[in-house]
Structure formats: C-alpha cells, structure tokens
C-alpha cells in the first residue's frame, strides 16, 4: 500500500506541477462560478463601441473628434472617471486630435487611455502601443494586456504590466485602488453576472440619450463590442464577449477587495494526509465515508473559499484523493470477490479455499474426511435440503474434532487443522467420528447412511496444497483397504511423483530409443521347428533401468496414450517378421493389441499401412486380443475384427480361460487361434482339473477350425503332456526368455529342431 500512497503522491504532483490538469480546474471553476452567481455592483458601467454605433457614426477605427465628443458627453453627464480599453492610434495625422486633446483636459485627469504592447508569435518581437506625449500630458494611462488558455480564455488579469519603460496599471487595477507589481496576476470573478453590467451603446453616449443620466457617479470602460472588431475572448458560460466586459469584470472583483491565491499544493498537500488516512485504515466504512466526503471536501472547500476571495487548484488534490479511493474500492472489491470464493455456495461453509489461504504457513496436522456416497446421497434430496445434510455432516466432524474448523471441498470432501501436541490422539479422534458415522444421519425425516473414511498429514514441512492431496490420497488408501483411516506415508511420494511424470516421459521415450520391442519365440508342437515370436514392449529408463511393462502400458491406456506405443511396437514387429520371412523362413509375428484400441477408426488404417511399408504379408501377423476385451466388444469393434481377419490378418484370444466366454460367442469372433492361460499350463503336470480344462480348450479350439497356443511352459514334462493332448504351440521359458532382435537372430541360426515326443 505504501507504492500505492507513491504513485498517488507522483499524480498529484504531476497535475501540480505540469498543470495537466488545468482545463478541468477551470471546469470545476465555471460550475463553482454558477452555483455561487451575483450581480455586479453597478459602480463600474460599460459603453459598447456595438454594431449599431458603427452604422451610425461609421466603421472602427473612429476619428479622435468622435471619441472627444463620448468623453465630452460622459463628462457633462457626470460619469467618475472614463477608460479607454484600446488604444487610440494615428492621432498625429488626424485632425480632430485638437479636439481630443481638449476634451481629455476638460476631464482634469479623470481619463485613461490604454498604453498596450503587442507581440508577433512567429518573431517574439515586441511593439509598445504608447500614447503620444501630447496626449499623455492630459489623461493617465492605463493597460489591457491580458494572458489567454489554449481555449482563448482570460482566466486571470495583471495588475500592471511593463511597458516601455512604464509600468502601467491595468483598468481593474486604477479602477479599484487594487495595486501590485508588473506581471502579478489576480483571478477573475467570473461568478459576478456580465448582464449585470449597467451597459450603454456609444450612439446612445454620442447622442446625449437620456439614459445617459444612468451613469452619473459611475466608472465607465469603453470599449467594442462586436464581431469581428478589436479583442474577444471567451466567457466561462457565455461564449465570445468583447475585452472590455473581461476588464469591466476584473475590476469588480477587485473592488470587492484582493483576491488571494492560493498555491496548489496547500490543497495536494491535505489530500496526501487524506490518502494516508484511507490507505492506512483501508477498512470499509472508513474508505466508503471518505468516498462520500473526499470529493465533497474537494469540490466544497474550493466554492466555500472563494466565496472569501480565496482562489486555488484542485485537480492536484482531486487526481490523487480520486486515484487513491478508486484503488482501494477495487482492493475492497476484489476482497470481497475472494471473500465470496471462500465459502461454498451451498452450504454457506468456509471451503477449501479458505483452507489454502488460511493453513498457508500453519505447522498443524492436516485431516481429509471423505463421503464415498456423497453424490448418491445428495442426489437423492432435494437441491434445497442438500445444505441441511451438509450442516449436520459438519456438526458431527466439529462435534469430533475438539471444534477444529471445518472446511468443505467437492464431493463429499471435508477437511480440518488439528493442533500439533494433539496429534498423538488423531487415532482415537478419527475412531470416535467413525463411530459417530455409523448412526444414519436425518434429513427431512428421511435416514441417510454415510459411508467415511479418514486421511491424515503430519509432515509440517510441505506446503498446504501438497499436504492436501496427501491427506486425500491417504484417505483413498483407507477406503480401498476398507480401514476407518490412514496416515499419508511420505515414502509413496516418490513412487506418486514418477506415476505423474511417467507419461510426460513416455512419448519422448518412444522417440529416442528407450522404449523397444523383446521377441520371444514360438515353437511349433507337431514340427519341433520355431514358427514365430511374440512382440513384447519393453522400456530401459536412462535412471530408473527397466520400468515393469504392466505399469507403463496400463497407465498409457488409462490415459488415452496407447495409441502412438502400439504403433511404435507394431511398426518394429512388422519390420523385424518381414526380414526373417525374406531370408526364406516362414515365421510369424504377434502383437499385443489394447482394448482401447478395438474399434478405433485408425486401428485398420494403422495395420494395412505398416504391413505395405515394410512388406510384411498379411497371414504372418497375428493381432492378439485378451479374452475379456474380445467378449465386451460392441458390434462395430466386432466388425473392426472381422474386417482385420478378411484382409488375411490372424486373431488371436490371449489369457483363455480367465474370462467367461461363451460357446456361441467363440463361433461368432473371427479368431484364428486360442492362447491358453499361463495359470493353467504352470499347474498341469500335478493339476486334474486343470489337465482336463485344458484337453478340453484344445479339443474346443480344433473343432471351431483353430490353432492353439499355450502359454507359460517352462518344463519338459509340461511340454510334452501339451504334446499329447494335441496342443498346437508353446511359449514359456522353457523354450526362450524374450529377447532383443540381434538375440532372436542368434538364437534362431543356432537352433536346432527337436519334435516334442
């Protein structure tokens, strides 16, 4: 909050000291001018060089015998004194400056004439406008240089201006008894009402009208007053005006006394307590009441001071007050947005959010209870009750607890701190509220079983978040083993992290040679020859050494990966079967196919592209599928298979006999092959029963048109009871462990053919 406080601090005076913000302090000025409206004095009058005047007496410039004839007939209706807002040029060759001359003198001193200077923006040379001596010597002089804004506006009037050698007093300045030095400057009063102005047109001073009696005792400033003629500058709320209106004006707010300026930053400098006030507190009632009071304060003070001829502005102040408030009601916002965050929109609890921020930096033990049936007990109340067995959920954990407080996630996910001296006893806590659990909860008279399981976090260390899917995986561990709880055990933590990252690693692992393919050889029962080999994946981590292929591909099929490995291990199958057959052996390649892939529209596409490629014919690969996976195949999967065994490709049911397959259901699959169960064949020498299953798969098998494999053989009397019974082929030990391609190619030039018996 203390940048915060900085940067308003820099606005403020950036406002200040650029005077960026001056066009809105003279709008903020223009509207205090109208709440604040008043009538002139009717001390000071003017007389309007007007467009009727010049249709009278001609067009302006006039000769000096006509402005002798307005002082003459001002004098004789006994104005006080009379100033001249322009300067009266060419006097030297105009014949009525006799006339002038005399008229001034008559005034004893009661005339002013405007001694100006003007100076050309492109040169910055400056030209003094500067009676002639003659007239000088009978009347004062007096100056009407003012200074504009870019939007041509007289904002403030000099009291005196240099020029020449002379320093000449502005009217406002000799009219009001108001001094200062050159180039001072005072605001006008724009809030004093022009029409109030006592006004006179100069034909009606020129013809001695009756109205001229008006202006006895008064201060009269002549000047033009139309479009197009002399000086015209903007007046707030009124548009374009002749100059001497702005002169006239200036001197009435002198003659109510002198105004004071007051500089810019005696304002900021009350904001910038202000904005500490607020910033510090930044409480809500406090930042709310200032928001009413700041700008009333910024926008009243200034109306209420210059009703005391006090000038100043506040758009410094305003900036940063404004700036300041604006930023803590977006604090308070927010706040009050990630207040709502924390609390469940149901139930009206502190959720797991809440948690987060509050368990950040706490060194307590951590506990997650979790509803397994939290969704089928909600679901079956109404959407209004749902609260009411969250509340009593919660009144029962607090009740157990010690009234720890409860936090609510998702899905039936409760969680609470638990001191760390009473972590010794979070056992016989966590025993208590299981028993407290077996009780059916009440909701609307109806009785709601609550099936609860318990995790808990100890390690202090770790952050909330960590400790948090901990507690909820030790929680999972309890429900599955079927215990009431569980402490999180930070040896899986490693295991947990390698589960995470596993996949992100495996495609690269595909990419760059660390996953490969292992052949393991086939022997053919009738020919004692070796007639093929199954593809089996394998993965060699550069740290970890081989990863178990039953995690790596489980985990790719949970999570819709199996794709790009199969391919990887059927691309290399394909390519290896197809150069052992192009040697002249007659050898056949199987591959392990994911049931997720059984119905997959790239599944064919897949296996007619990698046969073309590497030349492989379509009889010598064998696609095997587990039993569970072939019976649990929609029609369209089932389709899929019929049309791989019509372009030549063999099926192949793997792990037979661990499912339920029908007799019906093994007449309908297009298989080519049975492949019996490991669990069977390692029993078969001292098992009966499993003898006879497997005498009867083969006789099954032999009927329906296919070949049959056994699987697991790692014993001559093994082999050769499978022999007997008429078994086609055998994999196992035995026979050859699985192997990289350069062993295969080895074993297979040493082997030597010998018929089981």
Request: proline content about 4%; overall charge negative; some cysteine.
């Amino acid at each position: 909050m203390r940048i915060l406080l900085i940067w308003a601090v820099i606005s403020g005076l950036l406002f200040g000291l650029v005077e960026f913000g001056e066009p809105m302090d003279d709008l903020l000025r223009a509207v205090r001018n109208k709440a604040r409206e008043h009538n002139a004095s009717g001390e000071i009058a003017v007389v309007g060089i007007d467009s009727l005047a010049q249709q009278e007496i001609g067009g302006w410039p006039w000769g000096a015998s006509d402005y002798a004839t307005l002082i003459d007939q001002l004098n004789s209706a006994g104005a006080r004194r009379i100033f001249f807002d322009f300067p009266i040029s060419g006097t030297t060759r105009d014949q009525g400056t006799n006339d002038l001359i005399a008229a001034l003198r008559r005034m004893n001193g009661r005339a002013h004439l405007a001694a100006n200077f003007s100076e050309d923006a492109a040169t910055n040379l400056r030209t003094d406008l500067i009676p002639p001596a003659q007239l000088r010597q009978v009347a004062r002089l007096v100056n009407t240089n003012v200074r504009t804004n870019g939007f041509n506006t007289v904002w403030e009037v000099p009291y005196a201006n240099k020029v020449g050698d002379l320093v000449v007093p502005s009217i406002a300045s000799a009219i009001s008894g108001q001094s200062g030095a050159a180039n001072e400057e005072f605001p006008i009063d724009y809030a004093i009402r022009m029409d109030s102005l006592p006004y006179l047109s100069a034909i009606e001073v020129y013809r001695a009208n009756p109205s001229l009696a008006t202006l006895r005792g008064k201060d009269v400033v002549i000047g033009t007053n139309t479009s197009g003629v002399g000086n015209r500058y903007a007046v707030p709320g009124l548009g374009p005006s002749g100059s001497v209106f702005v002169a006239t004006l200036a001197a009435e707010t002198l003659r109510h006394g002198r105004p004071t300026i007051l500089p810019w930053w005696v304002m900021w400098g009350s904001a910038v307590l202000i904005c500490a006030i607020i910033i510090r507190t930044s409480r809500r009632p406090v930042v709310l009441t200032m928001a009413l009071l700041a700008p009333m304060l910024m926008l009243g003070l200034p109306l209420a001071l210059e009703m005391q001829g006090i000038f100043t502005a506040v758009m410094p102040a305003l900036v940063m007050v404004m700036g300041t408030l604006g930023h803590c009601a977006w604090q308070l916002h927010r706040q009050t947005f990630d207040e709502r965050g924390m609390v469940n929109e149901v139930s009206g609890q502190p959720n797991l959010n809440a948690l987060r921020m509050e368990g950040a930096n706490s060194q307590n033990g951590l506990v997650a209870a979790r509803i397994h049936n939290y969704a089928e007990a909600a679901t079956a109340l109404p959407a209004a009750l749902e609260k009411d067995l969250v509340d009593q959920i919660t009144m029962r954990l607090t009740l157990g607890n010690g009234g720890c407080k409860v936090y609510q996630g998702d899905e039936g996910i409760f969680m609470w701190l638990v001191p760390t001296q009473n972590i010794a006893t979070v056992g016989d806590q966590l025993a208590g509220l299981s028993a407290i659990f077996r009780s059916p909860a009440s909701v609307a008279g109806r009785l709601i079983d609550l099936a609860i399981a318990f995790g808990v976090d100890a390690d202090p260390e770790r952050n909330i978040h960590s400790r948090m899917s901990s507690a909820l995986l030790a929680c999972q561990d309890a429900q599955n083993a079927g215990e009431h709880w569980r402490v999180y055990d930070p040896t899986k933590l490693e295991a947990t992290e390698w589960r995470v990252s596993m996949l992100g690693e495996l495609d690269a692992a595909i990419d760059n040679g660390e996953v490969w393919v292992a052949f393991q050889p086939k022997l053919d029962l009738l020919t004692g020859d070796i007639c093929g080999a199954e593809a089996l994946v394998r993965w060699t981590h550069p740290e970890k050494g081989p990863i178990n292929p039953e995690e790596f591909v489980t985990a790719a099929e949970r999570h819709d990966r199996i794709e790009k490995l199969t391919e990887h291990v059927l691309s290399r199958a394909v390519q290896v079967a197809a150069m052992l057959n192009a040697s002249g052996r007659r050898f056949d390649m199987a591959v392990n196919l994911s049931p997720r892939l059984i119905g997959h529209a790239n599944l064919k596409p897949m296996v007619v592209q990698t046969l073309r490629q590497h030349g492989l014919s379509a009889e010598r690969l064998i696609l095997e599928i587990t039993e569970t996976a072939a019976m649990s195949s929609a029609s369209s999967a089932m389709q899929e298979l019929k049309d791989l065994r019509a372009i030549g490709v063999q099926l192949s049911i793997d792990d037979y006999g661990t499912g339920f397959s029908t007799l019906d259901y093994l007449k309908r699959c297009p298989a080519t092959e049975l492949k019996i169960d490991r669990s069977f064949v390692k029993m078969l020498a001292t098992s009966r029963s499993d003898r006879i299953m497997v005498n009867s798969t083969i006789e099954l098998a032999h009927s329906l048109g296919e070949e049959v494999v056994a699987e697991g053989v790692e014993d001559n009397e093994t082999l050769q009871l499978l022999a007997q019974m008429g078994c086609d082929k055998a994999q196992g030990y035995l026979i050859a462990r699985p192997m990289p391609y350069e062993g295969l190619v080895e074993f297979l030039a040493n082997y030597r053919p010998a018929k089981a018996a």
